[in-house]
Structures are given as structure tokens and as C-alpha cells.
């Protein structure tokens, strides 16, 4: 690995090279003050960990919540949630929502998960869904 | 909005209403009567305080770590901008806080937020978990200290951790951290560990903390005298706990299968995972039960070999599939046994294994007193492995169901598709466009399914799917229910065959022939097995559902419904028919004999799961590509696969009474079953297109293994023991009238020889003889699941009424938000007047 000095550029995770959220992952773990995204051997001991299987449901929710977050303003607007959903539905035309199925999905899922009803998920409303779904732990896991 | 706010204590009226906060009334009504006062000043010393703020806003930069400091500012000039309003001014009412008509105050004001900043800010967390270590520390102590508590006003604010307003921007972080450093020090250790490994902060950091706490209980601890013997109690802690560490670290790293496991679940995902990783758990339970029965059944046995009175079989290879022959003498099945007490061979003796007989009378030897009696340990060597594997069952069973069970019924089936479903543990390129496939398809199967949802089925095609459910119903009843017939009459059939064998005594002519007719049952059963699932299948292709998780429910209750029913008819077959009269079919063992069934059908599931694979996966796959043209692999049905792991499990733990190597059989099956699946799902399948729900089946799963198939293994095991009468001339438990005689018979020798031990005497009639003990701890155990259950009622109920607090403190945000904006503006539009005015003079 390298000196503690030395880094990981974001290229050269080659496991995750085909995951759409490489770059937020990178992005959120990262410290390195040039905004780069490349990782120290510490940063990329805090990803593993908090993709560990001992990492709790608090520290996986915390990241994730993080890594959706597109803009880095501490909460999913419209904008982060529609960014997300293109994200998992694939790169590929084939495979993206309708404006209008997309602009229903995002009035649905912030009619569900808004609690108070700021037009926006924050962390806590964030936290809440995810304890509501047993699968969030199993499927927030990076196996070495 | 509740936290982390302090409150201007200068205002008279304000100070009165908030030291009666149970009278919640009177600080709204003095709020609204401040309001109306100070509505009559207008003074411009507000847009001079909002340019102020700007100012401050604008220094501080796109950093992430906020001040804290600066979020109290911003509180208490919100809160005098409140009291400077109208409180019949209601005409800006937005519904949402989106608008875009935000000034750049109002967007910074809102980012800054607490609810916004958590997210984000290292201060935030810290203060977090500041709190959380105070309420914990609150929790184990019986009173917390008046020092604790800062001088906050509301009584019912007080103790959350609500310091006085401190100005120094600088030095607030700092004690901050300072102050969580001291709440971890005075937590125990384990809180302590649990505390730093749950905070979402970077690893440095983490370790940081702790060594700050480790360091200054070093010194508060170095500033006493510690005598002598507790300091080495102390390092002796420690080190275990190192060890204990460094041995759990140790078998974490002795994974067995890790990488063959990852490579599974980087192209198919959690769901086909969670098959091999069940696999691997009933691998580790029949490692258990084989060591068990191995040490303190076989061992023993294997050393101090019984005379035999014929002479021993040759081999020949059929063995191996029927289990009969060479083997029905060896240490394998239960006719091995002896029903004496095994001595050491005493040195006058010169080597030669001494035996004697039962009925309580020992022989000391002059070397040492190692005497071993074989049908005590038979007895209880079997009921405590049951016993173990019931406790790891039930164990393991409520941990899953605790993980997986959510007290709210999901509303929220979109935000928990988006936020949930993507499988961080799939790696490969191909199989990460199929995910992202299905996740598209499935959002949109859901989006339909929530918009139609208003959609009625005439009662005329609600009859309709009746009466297709009906009658796809009556089609797998009714052919489970003919296989299971046929089952009957066949082995019936086979029985008399025996019969008639060995009363003709044909067996002298074509022994070879006869064992392999043996076969017949174990094969017809496999073959059930095998095709009446795909009917099953059929049938349920011409059904109609509303919910997706429901079709795999139903498909798993007829299988479940076909394996249990086949298993009760062989048992009756084997206890009901042959036990009841094993003379007839010319055996002088029967339980050598059931031992060797089980052992035959063992082995013939696992063949046809072979077949099944090479046929069901393999071929089936070259036949979909090359002539129907598919471009999808076959979907591999973990649900069906699960089940069959489950029946062959419950022959093993059927067989253990009477083959006590039965788990080594398993264990090599299942050994070999991983690779083959592994292999075969690598290359033929991919993963299930529907949602799987990985926690619930799993779940499931584990219910079904312990519920019929233990439960009804352990049944059977419990019957045999207490009922029915073991052969006269093999076995540990010979001359005895039934199995259990063997315990009974030894308490009332140590009865006897001493007579302080009838405590244990009655302790064991009442408890383990007394079928009233069963139903008591029956009856505990439904009382405790009903009271945990009244419990997660209560907490659905509150969770309903916070949600409802929640909306109303959202509603309160938005109306201060939209009084800020209509503020500002106001302000904006008096000070370009008043600039206007001046410039125009």
C-alpha cells in the first residue's frame, strides 16, 4: 500500500470500477484537500470499516446518507433524489425513468419519508426509513 | 428544535411563561401578546442586524464544520425577527419550503440548520454523541449529579446536555470534545467500546478519543493507591481481553469458503448468497452433532470392539449406496453397540479387553477406576446433542427474526426501494447492469402498483381468481396427496416382499438382488421430490397475484406441505411397521435396519439433487439458449433448493439415534454440494428477477428448519426413546423395555448406593419423567411472546404519535422560515425607500 503519505486515485479501485456511486464513495471518504477524491491508506481504512460487517446500522445509515447526497448540502432534495434514481436504474437510455414517472417517484418518496415536510429528507428522516428495511445491513457490505 | 437551543431569559413575560411548562397554553399566549407589543417597533436596527449577519455568513466560506456558536447567533436573531412581526400576517404561506424566491440569507440560514448540518458537521457529531453518552451515563446511574445539569430554564429541556450561552467561538469545539471525552471515561468499558465503535467518525479520530479517555483514567487512576492484588486483577483483565480479541480475530480470518463466497456474491448478489451461506450453517450444526456423538459414542466404541458372533460380510461395492452388507456390523449404525460397561484392560489381565455384564456390577481394575457404560452414555450423549442443536436453533432463530422484523407495516415501499436496494456487494460489470436492470423494472412494477391503486376488481373477476387459486389448490393437494398414497402402498408393498423373502428364504440365493431392491423406496421418494415441485410450479403460473412477495409463499407452504407429509408417512412406516414387528421381515435389529434406510435415502437425495443439477440447470440452460433463443439464463429458485436442504437435514437429525455417523455422511454431502452448486450456479444461472427480500427469507427459512423439521425430528427421536421396545439382541439397549429405562435405571442405582442423591432421584422423575414440565415451560413461553408483543404495540402507537409531533415542529419551521423571508423583504424594499429618499435630497 504505500507510505501513509502515498494515495489512491480514484481509478485505481478496480473491484468498483462499475458501481455508480465509485466517484461519491471516493468523494465522501476522501480528505486529501485537493477535492480529488483520491484516498490515504486511512481513508481507505474508514471505508472499509464502515462497509465492514461490524460497522452498526447508525455508521452505515450516517455514510450512506452521505454518499446520496450529491450536492453536499446535508439533506436529499428533489435534485439528489433524482440524480440517485438515475444512478440505479443504469447510464444506458433504455433503462431512465419518464420525466413524469421520475417527477411521481420523487413526490412519492417524499410523501413517504418527509416528516416534516420541508421538501427535503434529512438524516434523520433518512435514518428512520432505512430502520424500517432488515436489508439495509446485508446490502451496504463490501466483502475483501 | 428542541435541542440545543438557548433561550433569551432578559424578557419578563417570556420568563414566566417558560418556568410553568406545564401549562404549555400560557407560553403561546405570552408569545403572541409579546408579539403584538412589539409589532409597534419597527426600528431599522433589524436590517442593520441582517446585514450583520450576512457579513458574518459570507466569512465564513464554504467550510464544512460549522461553528456552533454561530447556529445559537442565528437562533436568537431569528427569534427577535419573530417578535417584530404581526401575528395575523398570514398571507405568505407557502406549503413547501422550496421556493426559489429564497433570498441568499434565507438559503444560508436554512443550510445551517440543525436538522441540515448532523449530516455533515464533525460538531454536530460530537455533540450527538455527547448527549447519547449522558443519557447513557444518566441510565446506569440511579441519580444523576446536580453538577451535570446546566442552568437551563425549561425543566423539561434540562439534562439533555444544555450548556449556558457560551460566546468563545474558538474554544467551543474543543470543549466539547473535552466534555465527551469525560462522559466516555466514566462509562464502563464495554459502553465505552460500544459508544466510539457506533460514532460515524473517521477512524483517527475515533482513536483519538479513546486514547484521550484511556489517558486521563491512567491518571485519575495513578493518583491513588491501588493495593497489589487488584492492580494484577487489573493487567490479568486486560490481557484476557487481549486474548480474547486476538482469538476472535483468529477464527475470524479461518473463513471457510471466503473467497469462493465472494465471488458468488459479487455476480449474483445478497439473495443467492444467503443460499450458501445457509448451506455453510447446517454445515456447522452437523459438525457439531459429529463431534458430539463422535467423541463420546464412537470413540469409545471404535477403541474397546465387541466380539462378534457371526463372522463379518465381505465387501462389495453396493455398499456404499445401500448402506447394508459390510457396513451393518461396523461402528456406523446402532447394532454395533454394546449394552456393557467398558473397562480399561487391567495389567494382570495381560491386554485383553475385559467385559462384563450389566445389572450394576463393576470389576475394579488395580491400575485406576475408568469405567464407561454404554447405554448411559448412548442415552445421554444423544439428548444432549438434541438439547444443544435446539438451544443454537431457538438462539439463532430470534436473533433473525429480531433483525428482520420492522414494527411499522411499510408505507414506505418506494423510499425503501430507492434508499435500500442496491447491492453493494456485487462487483462484476454484467451482473451490475442486470441489477440496475431489475431495479428499473421493479420501480416501475411499483410506481403502477401506487398511482392504479384506486383500481376495483369487478366481483365477477374476483370470483374468477377465486376459483383459479381453488382450483390450482385442489391440483397440488390432491396430487401430494396420491404420491403420498402411492408412497404408502408401495413400501407396504416392498414390506411384505421382505416377508416374503425371508420367510422363503430367498435371501441365500441372490443376496445382491435383495439389497438392491432395497433401493426401490429411497428412489421413488427422491423422484417425488423432484418432479411434484415443478407441477407445483405450473400450477402456479396460471395464478393470478396482487403482491409479489406472495407466489413464493405459496410455492414454499406445498412444498413444505409435500416434504412433511412424506417424511410422517415413513416414519410411521419405519416405527409403526417395522419396529412393531421386525421378526417377520426376519431382522434381529431393526433399528440397524431404519439406521440403514435413512442412510439409503440420504444418499439418494443427494443424487437426484445431482441429477437435478446436471438436468434442471445444465441442460436446461443449452436447451433455453440454443432452441428457444433466450437471452437470459435460467433464474436459480433459491427457495426450492433451501427446502431441500432442510429435508435432508431432517433425515440426518432422524438417522442420529440410530446411525451415529450420520453426520459425517451429511457433512461430506453437504461439503460436496457446495462446490457443485456453486459451480453450477456460476455457469448456468442468474439471479431471481423478483424482489427478494433476503432478511425474511432467511428468516423463514430458519422457522422452518426449526419448527417441522427439528421439532418433528426430535418428535420422532422423543417417541422412539420413551415407547417403543428396542431389540433383544443388539444395541446398548437390549433387555431393557424401552431406551429411557437405561437413565431411569442408573438414578436408582446412584439411589441406592447413595442415598443423599435422591434429591436427583426426584429432581429427575419430576422433571424430565413428568410430561407436566413440558406444558408449564410451554405455558411460560406464550405468556412472554404475548407480553413482548403488547409491548411492540404500545411502541407502534407511540412511534404514530411522535411522527404526528414531528409534522407539527415541520409545520412551526415553516411558518418562522416564511417570517424570516417576509421579513427580510420588507426590510430590503424600507431600505432601498430610504436610500431612494436619501440619494433624491
Redesign the interface.
Known sequence: MGTTASKLGKDLLS???????RERICHVFS?SEDKDGSLTF??F??LL???SD?A?L??KS?????I??FD????L??GD?EK??NC???ETDD???TPE?MR??IS??LE??D??????V???E?QH??S????????????L | MALNHTFDLNHPLLEAGLESPVNEDTVHDSFSQLIAEQSDNEGLSDAFELQQLQRDLDEEGQDNVVRLSRRRHDDRDRRKHQRNEEWEDDERQTDTLMGEQWSSDTLKVLSSMPSRTIGRSRGAIISQYYNRTMQLRRRRQSRPSIRDFSRSARPSIRGYGIEADITDAEGVEVSKRDRLVNNLQNLSVSDRVRMLRAMPLSVAEKSELRRLALQKERHSHSGRRIPCCSQLKYYIIIALRHSWYSWLSFLHSLQLWQVALKRVSGRFGTAVLSYFLFLKTLLFFNLLLFLVTGVFLVLPQAVHPPLLLDGRRRFSGLELLTGAGYFSDTVMYYGYYCNYTLHRSCRDNGGEPNMSVSNGTRLDCVLGHLSYKMPLAYFFTIGVAFFITCIILVYSMSKSFGQSFTIDKSHSILAMKVFCSWDFKVIKKTSVKLMSENIFIQLKELLAEVSYKSVQNTTCQKLGRLMVHGLAWAICIANTAACVFGVCRFSEYMHQNLQQSSRADLAAKNPLLNEASLLAVPVLVSLINLLLPGLFNLAAWMEDYDSPSVPTYVSISRNLMLKVSVLAVLCYHWLGRVAADPESIGLTCWETFVGQELYRFLLMDFIFILLDTLFGEFLWRLFSEKVLKRRRKPVFDIARNVLELIYGQTLAWLGVLFTPLLPAVQILKLFLLFYIKKSSVMMNCQAPRKPYRVSQMTTIFITLLCFPSFLGASVCVTYTMWSITPSTSCGPFRELKTMFQAGKRWVEELQKDNPNLSALAMAHAYLVENPLFLFVGAGIFLIVIYFHSQVVDGQRKIINLLQEHIENEGEDKKFLITRLQFIHEQNRTHTRRVKSQDSSC
Open positions: 473491484e468498483y470500477q462499475s458501481n455508480p456511486f480528505t486511512e481513508d481504512l474508514d470499516s464502515a462497509f461490524s452498526t447508525e455508521i450516517h455514510y450512506a446518507f452521505r446520496f447526497d453536499d448540502d446535508g439533506t432534495d428533489r433524489l440517485l434514481v440505479l436504474t443504469g433503462t431512465r425513468l414517472e411521481q417517484l412519492n418518496i413517504e419519508s416528516i416534516d415536510k420541508d421538501g427535503t434529512n438524516l434523520s433518512f426509513v432505512i424500517r428495511s432488515p436489508d439495509f445491513v446485508s446490502s451496504f457490505k463490501i466483502v
